[in-house]
C-alpha cells in the first residue's frame, strides 16, 4: 500500500509539471492563464481528498510540517487579511490568490500524504512539459500566418487567440523564458556532471539526463531558447511587457503613506487602482504610456503592494525556509539548488504568473521531500489527538492514533472545506465559460443568448465589474437595435425604457462595488453621454468623468474625454480647460493639440488653434494616420486666422490668449509633464456621489399619466426581473 501510494503522489505530481506549461482549453476569456489556476485547484483539492481518505482509513489526524509549507499558509493569511480590509472582498479572494490557496494546500496535504515525489520526477515532468510547448513555439515561428496553431485553433474552435509569434501557450514571453531557462540549465548541469565525472561520482539522475531521448530533448529546448531570446532582439512585438522598474518601485513607495496600505497593501487584486492613482507623472512620456497595468514589475514590488510589508515578508519567509530546508539537499542535488535560484531571481525580476507559481510550488515540494528523505528531522510530524497535540520528528509517530469518532469529525470538517472551495471555484469557472460564450454569441449577433448568458454569468460571479459592465453595454446596445425599428409599439417602447434603466442600473451597481476602479466611472460616463436627449444626462456623464479622473488623475486620455464631452455639449470655454490639462500630462500626444485647436476654432480664436494645430503636426510623420487629417484643420485655421486679420482682428490673428485657457506658454515649447494645479471641480448643479450610485436621470422623467400606461406589461418582464427581449431584434 506504501508503494502505491508513492507511485500514485509521484505521477499526479509529475503530470501536473507535465501539464503546467502546456494546460490550455478555449472555453474561458482567459483561456491559458486562468485553466492553468483552475488545473493548479483541481490537484490541490485532489490532494486534500487523498488526505481526507487517509485520515478515515487510518483514524489519525496527521499533519507533515515544514518551515516551507508554514510559510506558505501565513502568506495566504496576510493575503486574507488585505482583502477583507480592501474594497469588494470577495472579488479580492479571487484570482492571484486561488493560486496561492493552490500552492499552501498542495504544500500542507501533498506533504502529509505522499513522500514518493523527488527531483528527478519534476525534472522530467517539467523537460516533456517544456518540450512539447516548444513544439508549438515553433509551430509559431515558422508556419505561415493562416496555419499557425493559434490559427487553427481559431479556425475550429471559434476561439479568439493572436495569431502572430508572441502566442504562447506559456502565457507570455516571459513565462516562457521563465520556463526555458532553468529547464536548460538544469538538463545542462547534469549532462555536464556526467561526463566530467568518474564512473564512481555518476548518480541515477545525471544517467537519466544522458539517455538519448533527453540529450535530444535538452537540444530542442536549447534551440528553442536561441530561437526564442533572437526573435525577441529582433521582434519588438514578441519581447515581454512589463511595467518599468522605477514606477513599480514608485508606485509601491507612494502606498506606504498610510500605514494600514504599509502594512497590508491595497488589496491582493488591487494594483490597477494603486497604477492609476499612485504611478509618477513622467510615465506619460514613455512608450507604454496608454498600456494600463494589472501587475507591477516584478512579483516582489506586486506584493508590497498588494498585501504590503506583512504579505511581502511572509513571501520572503516561502524562499528562505526553502533555502534552509534544502540546505543539505542542494549539495547532493546542485541542479535543484540552481533550479530554485532562478525562481528567487524570477521573484525580483518579474511577476509571477498560474504557470510559474505551479513550477515554484513543486520546486518547493521536491525540496521538502528530498530533504525529509535526506534526515527526517527536516520536517515535523502534528498528530491531532481527542484531548492533547503531539509533535515529533517525521515517521516516529505512526502508532499514535486518535478516537474514530474524533477523525471521522475532523475529515468532515475538511471535506466541508473542500466541497466549499470546489463551490467557489466551481462558480468562477462557470461564470468564465457563461462570459466566454456570450461574447461568442455577441459576434454571431445572437441577441437573446448573449443577453441571457451574461445575467447567468452575473449570478455565479456578482462581484464581477467586467461582467456588469458588459451586461451594461449588452443592454444598451440592444436598445439601440430596438430603437432602429422605426416607430415601436407600446410594449417595445416599456422594453426600451426598461433596457436604458437596466443598463444604467448595472453601471451603477459596478461603481458601487468597486468605487475605486476607474473603468467603471469612464463606462458610467459613456452610457450617460449616449444619452444625451434626455434632460438632465449631460450632467451625470460630466460627473460620473470627474469621478474616474479622481481615481486615475494623471490620465491624459480621461482629461482629454472630459474635453470632448463639453465641445459636445456646446461649451468649448469649459473644454478649453481639459485639453490644457491633458497637454500638461502628456506634452508630446499629438491629439490633445489638436483637439485644442478645434475647441479654439469653435471660440473664433485661428491664430491660437494655428498654432495648436502646427505643434500636433510636428509630433507626426507624413506616414501617420491622423497626418492628413490635422494638416487640413491647420490650413483651416491659417486661412480663417488671414481672414481675421483682413477684417482687423489683429489680435485674434496673432494668437492673443484670451479668458478660458490659463497656460498661454503650453503651445510655444516642448513641455516636461507636469501634474495640473487645479483638479477637475464637481459643478454645483450636477449629481454628487451617492447621487451617482443611487439615482439616473431617467427615473426623473415625467411619468405616463394615464393608468394604463403606468401599469407594467407582463410580458415585458420573467419572474427573475430580466427582460423578455422582442423577437429579431439586433445590436
Known amino acids: 500500500m506504501q508503494h502505491l501510494h508513492h507511485k500514485l503522489s509521484s505521477g499526479i505530481l509529475t503530470a501536473l509539471a507535465f501539464l503546467a506549461p502546456i494546460w490550455f482549453i478555449p472555453l474561458i476569456p482567459d483561456s491559458i492563464g486562468v485553466q492553468k489556476q483552475f488545473l493548479f485547484m483541481v490537484t490541490a483539492i485532489a490532494l486534500a481528498a487523498f488526505w481526507i481518505v487517509r485520515v478515515v482509513r487510518e483514524k489519525r489526524v496527521l499533519f507533515s510540517l ?18 477583507v480590509m480592501a474594497s469588494n472582498t470577495p472579488f479580492q479572494l479571487s484570482g492571484r490568490f486561488l493560486s496561492l490557496l493552490a500552492m499552501s494546500v498542495v504544500l500542507l496535504f501533498g506533504f502529509s500524504t505522499f513522500s514518493g515525489f523527488r527531483w528527478s520526477h519534476l525534472l522530467r515532468g517539467l523537460t516533456w512539459g517544456t518540450a512539447a510547448l516548444s513544439i508549438v513555439v515553433w509551430w509559431q515561428l515558422v508556419v505561415p500566418g493562416d496555419f499557425t496553431f493559434s490559427a487553427l485553433l481559431n479556425r475550429f474552435l471559434g476561439s479568439q487567440l493572436p495569431t502572430n509569434i508572441s502566442f504562447s501557450l506559456a502565457e507570455s514571453p516571459a513565462v516562457l523564458l521563465a520556463l526555458l531557462v532553468p529547464v536548460v540549465l538544469a538538463n545542462g548541469i547534469s549532462i555536464w556532471k556526467h561526463f566530467s565525472a568518474t564512473k564512481k561520482e555518476t548518480s541515477p539522475e545525471s544517467e537519466a539526463a544522458t539517455s538519448p531521448v533527453r540529450l535530444g530533448l535538452t537540444a530542442f529546448l536549447f534551440a528553442t531558447l536561441a530561437g526564442v531570446l533572437i526573435s525577441i532582439v529582433l521582434k519588438p512585438d514578441v519581447r515581454p511587457v512589463l511595467l518599468p522598474y522605477q514606477f513599480g518601485w514608485g508606485i509601491a513607495i507612494e502606498n506606504w503613506k498610510q500605514l494600514p496600505r504599509l502594512l497590508f497593501g491595497i488589496g491582493p487584486e488591487s494594483f490597477l487602482s494603486a497604477f492609476h492613482r499612485f504611478r509618477d507623472v513622467t510615465y506619460n512620456m514613455s512608450e507604454l504610456w496608454a498600456l494600463r497595468f494589472r501587475a507591477s514589475s516584478s512579483e516582489a514590488l506586486h506584493a508590497l503592494t498588494t498585501i504590503g510589508a506583512v504579505g511581502f515578508t511572509a513571501w520572503l519567509g516561502v524562499y528562505a525556509s526553502g533555502l534552509w530546508t534544502g540546505r543539505q539537499v542542494f549539495r547532493k542535488h546542485p541542479t535543484l539548488f540552481v533550479f530554485f535560484l532562478i525562481q528567487i ?21 521536491a525540496i521538502m521531500e528530498e530533504a525529509r528523505a535526506e534526515d527526517p528531522t527536516t520536517a515535523q510530524d502534528l498528530v491531532v489527538l481527542l484531548s492533547a497535540i503531539q509533535l515529533g520528528p517525521s515517521g516516529q509517530l505512526k502508532s499514535k492514533k486518535t478516537h474514530a469518532g474524533f477523525a471521522y469529525a475532523t475529515a468532515a470538517v475538511f471535506a466541508a472545506g473542500a466541497l466549499a472551495l470546489t463551490y467557489f471555484a466551481g462558480k468562477t469557472y462557470a461564470a468564465e465559460y457563461l462570459y466566454a460564450r456570450s461574447i461568442l454569441s455577441a459576434q454571431n449577433n445572437q441577441v437573446t443568448n448573449t443577453y441571457d448568458l451574461q445575467q447567468l454569468a452575473i449570478r455565479f460571479s456578482p462581484y464581477n465589474t467586467q461582467y456588469r459592465r458588459s451586461y451594461s453595454s449588452t443592454n444598451l446596445a440592444i436598445a439601440r437595435g430596438l430603437a432602429q425599428n422605426g416607430d415601436l409599439t407600446e410594449e417595445q417602447r416599456q422594453v426600451f425604457a426598461q433596457l436604458l434603466q437596466q443598463s444604467i442600473r448595472e453601471a451603477r451597481m459596478a461603481a458601487q462595488i468597486n468605487p475605486t476602479e ?48 463639453y465641445v459636445v455639449l456646446n461649451q468649448p470655454d469649459q473644454s478649453l480647460r481639459y485639453y490644457e490639462q491633458a497637454i500638461q500630462l502628456k506634452p508630446d500626444w499629438h491629439v490633445a493639440y489638436y483637439r485644442y485647436g478645434v475647441a479654439l476654432m469653435a471660440m473664433e480664436q485661428p491664430g491660437l488653434a494655428t498654432q495648436a494645430f502646427q505643434r500636433a503636426l510636428s509630433l507626426l510623420e507624413e506616414s501617420d494616420d491622423d497626418f492628413v487629417l490635422v494638416q487640413g484643420a491647420l490650413t483651416e485655421a491659417q486661412n480663417a486666422a488671414a481672414a481675421q486679420q483682413s477684417d482687423g482682428n489683429a489680435d485674434d490673428a496673432a494668437g492673443t490668449y484670451e479668458a478660458g485657457s490659463e497656460n498661454a506658454d503650453l503651445l510655444d515649447t516642448p513641455q516636461q509633464p507636469s501634474v495640473p494645479e487645479n483638479a477637475p471641480a464637481q459643478n454645483p448643479n450636477d449629481p454628487s456621489f451617492d447621487e451617482l450610485l443611487e439615482s439616473d436621470p431617467l427615473q426623473e422623467q415625467p411619468q405616463p399619466e394615464s393608468t394604463e400606461d403606468q401599469t407594467p406589461n407582463e410580458g415585458t418582464q420573467n419572474s427573475d426581473g430580466s427582460i423578455v427581449l422582442p423577437e429579431n431584434v439586433g445590436f
Open 518 to 565: 476607474t473603468e467603471n466611472w469612464e463606462h458610467l460616463s459613456s452610457l450617460y453621454s449616449n444619452m444625451l436627449d434626455v434632460e438632465g444626462s449631460s450632467r451625470w456623464a460630466t460627473a460620473a468623468l470627474i469621478q474616474a479622473i479622481q481615481t486615475d488623475p494623471l490620465s491624459p486620455q480621461l482629461r482629454a474625454q472630459l474635453g470632448n464631452l
Open 345 to 365: 531571481l524570477l521573484f525580483w525580476v518579474a511577476p509571477l504568473s498560474a504557470t510559474t507559481i505551479i513550477v515554484l510550488t513543486l520546486t518547493l515540494l
Open 66 to 83: 515544514s518551515p516551507v509549507n508554514i510559510s506558505a499558509l501565513l502568506l495566504v493569511v496576510a493575503t486574507v487579511i488585505s482583502a
